[in-house]
Structures are given as structure tokens and as C-alpha cells.
Nanobody
Framework: QVQLVESGGGLVQAGGSLRLSCAAH????????MGWYRQAPEKQRELVAT???????SYENSAKGRFTISRDNARNTVYLQMNSLKPEDTAVYYC?????????????WGSGTRVTVSS
């Protein structure tokens, strides 16, 4: 079992920055991926960025060049540095850890942290 504790959300003006953190507690398999998703009001949850245990990253198009995902493997923590924030980035941001076993994949989700960007 894995528990995820997110922090760092809040209210920020357009053009500002926030850094989200997600600490994973429990059984993290050596082959894994950690990521951030977001869900705006009336919209489906969408991928923002992911990073694998090998360090490979991927970003949703609107996040490229503005957001940076990183991880501290010693602390089982993933970060999302968000710069040049826009009102359309307003959403609840969720952390996900995916354990990639040889024959199965198991996902764990955090409870979310709210980001509000004012214009």
C-alpha cells in the first residue's frame, strides 16, 4: 500500500509560481512512475507531467516550458515547479504513483491540492 501526501497548492496571481510536492509513503517498486494530474471544474482529469524511476519525463503541451517535474528518490517525493501560471491552470492537482510490476500495474492517488490562479 502507498499513501501520498501532497502540499504546495494555493492562490497566486497570473505570472506567479508555485511548487507542489508529493511524498509517497509505503511500498514503492523499483520500476515506477510518479506524476501530476489536474482537474478543473466541469472538466475531466488530465495529465500534466510524469517522471519515471529512470528519470524520463513527459509533459502535457500547455505545461511544456512552464512546468518542471522532478523527483527525490531518497525521499520518494515528486515535485512540480510551476512558473508563468495562467488562470487556466486553476484546478485541483493530484499526485499519482504507479508501481510497474512485471505482470501488473498498480496506481495510487493523492487526495489533491488546489491551485487557484487569479487574473
Amino acid at each position: 500500500q502507498v499513501q501520498l501526501v501532497e502540499s504546495g497548492g494555493g492562490l497566486v496571481q497570473a505570472g506567479g509560481s508555485l511548487r507542489l510536492s508529493c511524498a509517497a509513503h509505503g511500498s514503492i517498486f523499483k520500476n515506477n512512475a510518479m506524476g501530476w494530474y489536474r482537474q478543473a471544474p466541469e472538466k475531466q482529469r488530465e495529465l500534466v507531467a510524469t517522471i519515471t524511476s529512470g528519470g524520463s519525463t513527459s509533459y502535457e503541451n500547455s505545461a511544456k516550458g512552464r512546468f518542471t517535474i522532478s523527483r527525490d528518490n531518497a525521499r520518494n517525493t515528486v515535485y512540480l515547479q510551476m512558473n508563468s501560471l495562467k488562470p487556466e491552470d486553476t484546478a485541483v492537482y493530484y499526485c499519482k504513483v504507479q508501481n510497474r510490476f512485471p505482470n501488473s500495474i498498480v496506481d495510487y492517488w493523492g487526495s489533491g491540492t488546489r491551485v487557484t490562479v487569479s487574473s
